[in-house]
């Protein structure tokens, strides 16, 4: 009965790879976000989508395409991956009217060698 | 940079005594929030804080606002060993139209059994 959810929760790959993490909220949400957490433990938001819309779009580097087929899922596609790509990123999902009472995946941990 | 900010960074203590932890902000606010992480795991929601509120209690946690000095408090009070894992203020600012949180650097519990 997981809320949110993440594939794989571990990826471990070369440089110049091109990644998909995968998520999925099964909460009935209508809103979904990425966020990246560097080795700091800062954490800061990437995406976000509601109803499959775009919303929130932080300066991202155009190599991460966050792509979501239906209000359930939101996935995140990174070409091209650097070593400062490492970190461990988070799904998250909440109510459109919510929110900011945010529902947290249990992270992808990405390692770029 | 809009980044909250908490202090201490890291904090020990034993099971039984409370726990304090801060953290300040740098803009108007609709809301400040409270979140839990556990090693490895996403963020869990706490309590929530309306910017109109100074104080805010549930179950061992009492929060408080103060909109003039843009800061916030988390007491836990009677810590359990269980406790131990990072805590993060995420703020909700006004000047935003749009669903994103801006979270602090973390406040790193640990509590000794």
């Known amino acids: 009965d997981t809320a949110v959810s993440q594939t794989p929760k571990y990826l471990v790959t070369q440089m110049g790879n091109d990644k998909s993490i995968k998520c999925e909220q099964n909460?009935?949400?209508?809103?979904m976000y990425w966020y990246k957490q560097d080795s700091k433990k800062f954490l800061k938001i990437m995406f976000s989508?509601?109803?499959?819309?775009?919303?929130i779009n932080e300066t991202v580097p155009n190599r991460f395409s966050p792509k979501s087929p239906d209000k359930a899922h939101l996935n995140l596609h990174i070409n091209s991956l650097e070593l400062g790509d490492s970190a461990v990123y988070f799904c998250?999902?909440?109510?459109?009217?919510?929110?900011?009472?945010?529902?947290f995946g249990p992270g992808t941990r990405l390692t770029v060698t | 940079s809009q980044q909250g900010e908490e202090d201490p960074q890291a904090l020990s203590i034993q099971e039984g005594e409370n726990a304090t932890m801060n953290c300040s902000y740098k803009?108007?606010?609709?809301?400040l929030q409270w979140y839990r992480q556990n090693s490895g795991r996403g963020l869990v929601h706490l309590i929530l804080?309306?910017?109109?509120?100074r104080e805010k209690h549930s179950g061992r946690l009492r929060v408080t606002l103060d909109t003039s000095k843009k800061s916030s408090s988390l007491l836990i009070t009677a810590s359990r060993a269980a406790d131990t894992a990072s805590y993060f203020c995420?703020?909700?600012?006004?000047?935003?139209?749009?669903?994103?949180?801006?979270f602090g650097t973390g406040t790193r519990l640990q509590v000794f059994p």
């Open positions: 998250a999902s909440s109510q459109r009217n919510r929110p900011y009472e945010q529902y």
């Open positions: 909460l009935g949400h209508d809103t």
């Open positions: 989508y509601n109803n499959k819309e775009l919303i």
């Open positions: 803009t108007s606010i609709n809301n």
């Open positions: 804080i309306r910017s109109n509120e």
């Open positions: 995420a703020t909700d600012p006004l000047s935003y139209n749009t669903d994103k949180l801006i």
